[in-house]
T-cell receptor, first 116, second 115 residues
Framework: SQTIHQWPATLVQPVGSPLSLECTVE??????LYWYRQAAGRGLQLLFY??????ISSEVPQNLSASRPQDRQFILSSKKLLLSDSGFYLC???????????????FGNGTRLTVT | AQKITQTQPGMFVQEKEAVTLDCTYD???????LFWYKQPSSGEMIFLIY??????QNATEGRYSLNFQKARKSANLVISASQLGDSAMYFC????????????FGQGTRLTINP
């Protein structure tokens, strides 16, 4: 069966420090990969998605970047964190084959980031 | 324009009662999928149920069912015989189009089940 791992679970970082969040998927090949952010009490905002190694689509201009160095690895980064980067970050995957719009996204457990 | 609209920020229901969570959507694409997720206080996103735009029957999964009214562009989630463990945030979401890479979420409804 497929599993998705996301770490760390919580992170407290000072303003101006770098960020690296990692997500890996097991049990599947060529997945679509996603990074979402959720502000407190709000819905999920899509930040980035990737349909293959090195292929990144950005949804929202921001202080963050994403990379996909391997097929099942997705990394969210920042060179200098802002206070507004605080939030709950969720990684997700979905199959790339078959009828795409029929497939749910499967989420990791999330990383709660607090920028101080 | 909002693709997914959930008009109920919060709902309070007595245990064992049925509850309906509203969701309306906006798309001009004939091919789309509608999804409901549950987010407990721990933060994980749990996939509950799916409805495809070409499905003739309403989707059901255990105590969850989807009241799909295509002409009205609504896909309401019905939870029968609610339990205390159903207390959580609930999100409606949509993927549209044959190459639908993105899943777009509504703002969510916070459901509280009272004993």
């Amino acid at each position: 069966s497929q599993t998705i791992h996301q770490w760390p679970a919580t992170l407290v970082q000072p303003v101006g420090s770098p960020l690296s969040l990692e997500c890996t998927v097991e049990g599947t090949s060529n997945p679509n990969l996603y990074w979402y952010r959720q502000a407190a009490g709000r819905g999920l905002q899509l930040l980035f998605y990737s349909v293959g190694i090195g292929q990144i689509s950005s949804e929202v201009p921001q202080n963050l970047s994403a990379s996909r160095p391997q097929d099942r690895q997705f990394i969210l980064s920042s060179k200098k964190l802002l206070l507004s980067d605080s939030g709950f970050y969720l990684c997700a995957w979905s199959p790339r084959t078959g009828v795409i719009y029929n497939s749910p996204l499967h989420f990791g457990n999330g990383t709660r980031l607090t920028v101080t | 324009a909002q693709k997914i609209t959930q008009t109920q920020p919060g709902m309070f229901v007595q245990e064992k009662e049925a509850v309906t969570l509203d969701c309306t959507y906006d798309t001009s694409d004939p091919s789309y999928g509608l999804f409901w997720y549950k987010q407990p206080s721990s933060g994980e996103m749990i996939f509950l149920i799916y409805q495809g735009s070409y499905d003739q029957q309403n989707a059901t999964e255990g105590r969850y069912s989807l009241n799909f009214q295509k002409a009205r562009k609504s896909a309401n989630l019905v939870i029968s015989a609610s339990q205390l463990g159903d207390s959580a945030m609930y999100f409606c979401a949509m993927r549209e189009g044959q190459g639908a890479q993105k899943l777009v979420f509504g703002q969510g409804t916070r459901l509280t089940i009272n004993p």
